[in-house]
């Protein structure tokens, strides 16, 4: 039985919004344009961390820095294309999640390795009036997912004990650093599936945002 929750901590890329098939799309591009390849198993396997260890794959890659450089460099310009239309990026029941939430009194937390500013774009192009009450990055002098130092910084900005805190995530990342900062936590699948030993640090499992409210109702 789930202790009372009072804040909502979401990931982002990947769980609020489309990002990460796009990301995976505009670096296999930029590697296919400078003839090179990174297996994408690899690759799924950086997803929901700031920070990265590239040394493991320094000898059999060693360009591979550079094309992540140039992908985030024009990640923008990908996006704008392909989302153009305000919401087009949403994943499915993110607004109805966001307006239960805020019905009912949640406090709302964005807590993403992607930047604030680059949090703040997509926030903005959601279709309608996201209202975070946090939005933190790991980047800003916090350790990275699966560390739980962003994770507890929320719930200390918030005035909030962890045990309070249910966090949203997609990535093994974000679910080892919810675990090991001793928060509840959803596990909802997008690029990269879980294996038995991820497994063991899920708590809850849901198809989508939308489900996240029967949850919810159901404590």
Known sequence: MMETINTVIFDMDGLMF?????????FEEICKKHDHYFPREYFL??????????SIYH?????????LKIADDEFVSYYEKRFAIPG??????????HDYLKTNHYKICIASSSSVPHIKRLVNNCGFDFKADLML???D???????PDLFLACAKEMGVEPKNCLVLED???????????????IWIPDQVQFNEEDMKFVELQCENLKRVIDILEAM
């Open 88 to 97: 087009s990026a949403n994943k499915y029941g993110l607004k109805e999640l």
């Open 171 to 185: 990535s093994k990342n974000g679910i080892r650093a919810a675990y090991n900062a001793n928060m509840h936590r």
């Open 45 to 54: 396997g950086m997803l929901g961390t700031s920070y990265f260890d590239y």
């Open 59 to 67: 000898k059999d890659y060693p360009w591979l820095e550079d094309m």
């Open 18 to 26: 489309d990002t990460e098939t796009l990301y995976i799309d505009v």
């Open 137 to 139: 990055s790991s980047q």
């Open 141 to 147: 002098a916090y350790a990275s997912k699966p560390a």
